[in-house]
């Protein structure tokens, strides 16, 4: 029986899952970790209030058995000693520099851990990969394990994490499925079942998947290149619809409604952003060229090819559309975070659009109920386009959605927060210079009651 739990990396992922193991199982001793010393001040601040992420529901779960036991630390090598099971949960960006460059995920942080673990560790573990790796990943993960000479046994489970951001609490309580993959070993199979107890404290047994681990680790690039995959062919149908006459809410309802393709996933958008959707298609992409699968390849990166052009498109459709010059034209952002219910802006439509915009001289102006002006400057940084004083000059960054609008040329809207269909549209329409574009990159607000105030209102894919 698992008593100790110890998981290296205190975010998006680590943070919300530890803190509902904990909740659900007040016998275990779970131990958060981090180097990261302000982000572990952050996830033991007084006020619960303050911990690092924003999800719906996080806080109270933390506020409940942090203390008792749930605990965030920066003793890494203490809470390896110390516990039974050791959840892997560091970051595994897309590469960046050498062979892989901008697809294959970079394992560095992965093989730390596990150098660590194995400098550390004097009693049998089981380690388990959170972190959404490549295929084979847990191989690597064994070897270095296996090689520490101390005659301490080592069983490595694959149990990816399916958790959406902004309904992390409410999938981790009632998960579709939780999925565990190991060893086919006699001690293999043990640890398997030390995980399912776990999750069995409050997952219905039907719903615990176990498999072998290779399967394990690539259901979930799989899962992912699906979801986008809905995504990129909703939005490609969204461009043919603008040009037929056909509205793409109503095909999506049409088809969503065979049981066969069901309805979600299929809202056509500016394009998807987040941490994980190109990431794991990159290196999914990147794995079928390792084997020579050039054709299996070039199959997923497709739906990287069009969500590319989708984020294009939408910004081209804003500078056509207002007379072929948006130089020096205000445009108001509603929107920056790459989802609603979120302050996470990785891989954001917004950056992208923006960073099109800023190129044909535009004057943005954002606003985003959650998203701080340093971050929107740090995305347009990162993208090195152009001088980080030209990003400053360009764009800034309004804590009003009122004041971000008056006086622009036009509205975008990039992210789908709920607020922003309460606004008062004629206020804003009244402050706007004529004609008032709106261009609605998440089909969320009203277009006949748009067009009834004078807005000249465009929607994707209708
Ligand atoms: N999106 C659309 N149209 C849709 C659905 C989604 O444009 O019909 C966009 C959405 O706006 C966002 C992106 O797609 O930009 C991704 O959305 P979502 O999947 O809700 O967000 P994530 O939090 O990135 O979650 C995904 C998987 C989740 C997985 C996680 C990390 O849904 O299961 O755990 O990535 O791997």
Same mark, same amino acid.
């Given at each position: 029986?698992?008593?100790?739990?110890?998981?290296?990396?205190?975010?998006?992922?680590?943070?919300?899952?530890?803190?509902?193991?904990?909740?659900?199982?007040?016998?275990?001793?779970?131990?958060?970790?981090?180097?990261?010393?302000?982000?572990?001040?952050?996830?033991?601040?007084?006020?619960?209030?303050?911990?690092?992420?924003?999800?719906?529901?996080?806080?109270?779960?933390?506020?409940?058995?942090?203390?008792?036991?749930?605990?965030?630390? !920066? &003793?890494?090598? @203490? #809470? %390896?000693?110390?516990?039974?099971? /050791?959840?892997?949960?560091?970051?595994?960006?897309? +590469?960046?520099?050498?062979?892989?460059?901008?697809?294959?995920?970079?394992?560095?942080?992965?093989?730390?851990?596990?150098?660590?673990?194995?400098?550390?560790?004097?009693?049998?573990?089981?380690?388990?990969?959170?972190?959404?790796?490549?295929?084979?990943?847990?191989?690597?993960?064994?070897?270095?394990?296996?090689?520490?000479?101390?005659?301490?046994?080592?069983?490595?489970?694959?149990?990816?994490?399916?958790?959406?951001?902004?309904?992390?609490?409410?999938?981790?309580?009632?998960?579709?499925?939780?999925?565990?993959?190991?060893?086919?070993? !006699? &001690?293999?199979? @043990? #640890? %398997?079942?030390?995980?399912?107890? /776990?999750?069995?404290?409050?997952?219905?047994?039907? +719903?615990?998947?176990?498999?072998?681990?290779?399967?394990?680790?690539l259901s979930k690039l799989t899962a992912n290149a699906f979801l986008a995959?809905?995504?990129?062919?909703?939005?490609?149908?969204?461009?043919?619809?603008?040009?037929?006459?056909?509205?793409?809410?109503?095909v999506a309802r049409a088809i969503g409604m065979d049981s066969r393709i069901?309805?979600?996933?299929?809202?056509?958008?500016?394009?998807?952003?987040?941490?994980?959707?190109?990431?794991?298609?990159?290196?999914?992409?990147?794995?079928?060229?390792?084997?020579?699968?050039?054709?299996?390849?070039?199959?997923?990166?497709?739906? %990287?090819?069009?969500?590319?052009?989708?984020?294009?498109?939408?910004?081209?459709?804003?500078?056509?559309?207002?007379?072929?010059?948006?130089?020096?034209?205000?445009?108001?952002?509603?929107?920056?975070?790459f989802k609603k219910d979120t302050n996470d802006t990785r891989e954001s439509?917004?950056?992208?659009?923006?960073?099109?915009?800023?190129?044909?001289?535009?004057?943005?102006?954002?606003?985003?109920?959650?998203?701080?002006?340093?971050?929107?400057?740090?995305?347009?940084?990162?993208?090195?386009?152009?001088?980080?004083?030209?990003?400053?000059?360009?764009?800034?960054?309004?804590?009003?959605?009122?004041?971000?609008?008056?006086?622009?040329?036009?509205?975008?809207?990039?992210?789908?927060?709920?607020?922003?269909?309460?606004?008062?549209?004629?206020?804003?329409?009244?402050?706007?210079?004529?004609?008032?574009?709106?261009?609605?990159?998440?089909?969320?607000?009203?277009?006949?009651?748009?067009?009834?105030?004078?807005?000249?209102?465009?929607?994707?894919?209708?």
């Open positions: 029986m698992i008593k100790n739990i110890c998981c290296i990396g205190a975010g998006y992922v680590g943070g919300p899952t530890m803190a509902v193991i904990a909740q659900k199982c007040p016998h275990i001793k779970v131990t958060v970790v981090d180097l990261n010393e302000k982000r572990i001040a952050a996830w033991n601040d007084k006020d619960v209030n303050n911990i690092p992420i924003y999800e719906p529901g996080l806080s109270d779960v933390v506020a409940e058995a942090r203390g008792r036991n749930l605990f965030f630390s !920066t &003793e890494v090598d @203490k #809470a %390896i000693d110390e516990a039974d099971m /050791i959840f892997i949960s560091v970051n595994t960006p897309t +590469k960046t520099y050498g062979v892989g460059k901008g697809m294959a995920a970079d394992l560095k942080y992965i093989e730390l851990c596990a150098r660590q673990i194995a400098r550390v560790a004097k009693n049998d573990k089981i380690v388990v990969e959170k972190s959404t790796l490549p295929v084979r990943t847990a191989q690597a993960i064994k070897d270095i394990l296996d090689h520490t000479g101390n005659g301490v046994n080592f069983q490595i489970l694959s149990n990816p994490e399916f958790l959406a951001e902004g309904t992390a609490i409410e999938d981790l309580f009632a998960p579709d499925r939780v999925l565990i993959g190991g060893d086919t070993t !006699t &001690e293999g199979q @043990k #640890a %398997i079942q030390a995980l399912v107890d /776990i999750y069995a404290n409050w997952v219905p047994k039907d +719903k615990i998947l176990t498999t072998n681990v290779w399967s394990s680790e995959q809905r995504v990129s062919s909703i939005n490609a149908m969204s461009e043919l619809c603008e040009k037929t006459g056909a509205d793409v809410n109503e069901g309805p979600k996933f299929l809202k056509a958008s500016v394009g998807f952003g987040g941490s994980c959707f190109q990431k794991d298609i990159l290196n999914l992409v990147y794995i079928a060229k390792t084997y020579g699968l050039n054709e299996v390849a070039d199959y997923w990166e497709q739906v %990287i090819i069009m969500n590319d052009h989708q984020k294009r498109r939408f910004a081209k459709n804003i500078i056509s559309t207002l007379y072929n010059t948006v130089s020096g034209k205000k445009i108001a952002f509603l929107g920056w975070a439509a917004a950056i992208y659009v923006a960073d099109d915009l800023l190129s044909e001289q535009a004057n943005i102006a954002v606003f985003d109920p959650k998203v701080e002006e340093k971050q929107v400057y740090f995305d347009l940084d990162y993208l090195e386009t152009r001088k980080s004083e030209a990003n400053k000059s360009g764009l800034v960054v309004v804590d009003n959605p009122y004041e971000a609008c008056k006086n622009a040329h036009a509205i975008a809207v990039l992210t789908e927060w709920d607020e922003f269909a309460t606004y008062d549209w004629q206020k804003i329409y009244d402050g706007m210079l004529k004609p008032a574009f709106v261009f609605d990159g998440r089909n969320l607000l009203n277009k006949a009651a748009l067009e009834k105030i004078g807005f000249v209102y465009q929607a994707i894919g209708s």
